[in-house]
T-cell receptor
């Protein structure tokens, strides 16, 4: 079974600084998807960024980028120029490819605080 | 609003009562998922529909839980004989085949007293 581990229950960053959230996963599959989701206090889960395992290039979305290390099964999220609105719970998630196995497996989450 | 809609947002019920939640997915999305999230934890998968067919169920989905998606549109999740351990946020998400991202609703928070 696939597992996702986030070893940092809480992180904090100063506004405008950079922070990196860690995620490791375990799978026997060679092709899969990895995601970072953000869950603000309003509770609606919002997709931040997606990475396909077959792509060597790390995904980037504006201030958000990932460091995907397939051999190490590591998938960290870097937030640059942190803003107050980035404060939220961040979840790393895994999904198999193919039309079956669509479920997301989530990590325990990292609570990010942004200090003004 | 074209996002995933869940109703009600909050539900307080007495132990032993039955409750039903509704999820309206994004209109063109043929895949619908239910997750359960307890405080401070990541969501846990409950069940998955493709159109009206329930294709996968988690072991977490005990006999007291049932989900339906008639006509492949909205879905309902019913919990019979609620227990205090059922208290959680119930999240619904929907997607299409490609791209693979799932879009989540705001959830239904269930409190069993």
């Amino acid at each position: 079974a696939q597992t996702v581990t986030q070893s940092q229950p809480e992180m904090s960053v100063q506004e405008a600084e950079t922070v990196t959230l860690s995620c490791t996963y375990d799978t026997s599959e060679s092709d899969y998807y990895l995601f970072w989701y953000k869950q603000p206090p309003s509770r609606q889960m919002i997709l931040v960024i997606r990475q396909e395992a077959y792509k060597q290039q790390n995904a980037t979305e504006n201030r958000f980028s990932v460091n995907f290390q397939k051999a190490a099964k590591s998938f960290s999220l870097k937030i640059s120029d942190s803003q107050l609105g980035d404060a939220a719970m961040y979840f790393c998630a895994y999904r198999r490819t193919g039309t079956s196995g669509s479920r997301l497996t989530f990590g325990e989450g990292t609570q990010l605080t942004v200090n003004p | 609003d074209t996002g995933v809609s869940q109703d009600p947002r909050h539900k307080i019920t007495k132990r032993g009562q039955n409750v039903t939640f509704r999820c309206d997915p994004i209109s063109e999305h043929n895949r619908l998922y239910w997750y359960r999230q307890t405080l401070g934890q990541g969501p846990e998968f409950l069940t998955y529909f493709q159109n009206e067919a329930q294709l996968e169920k988690s072991r977490l989905l005990s006999d007291r839980f049932s989900a339906e998606r008639p006509k492949g549109s909205f879905s309902t999740l019913e919990i019979q004989r609620t227990e205090q351990g059922d208290s959680a946020m119930y999240l619904c998400a929907s997607s299409i085949i490609l791209p693979v991202e799932a879009f989540f609703g705001q959830g239904t928070r269930l409190t069993v007293v």
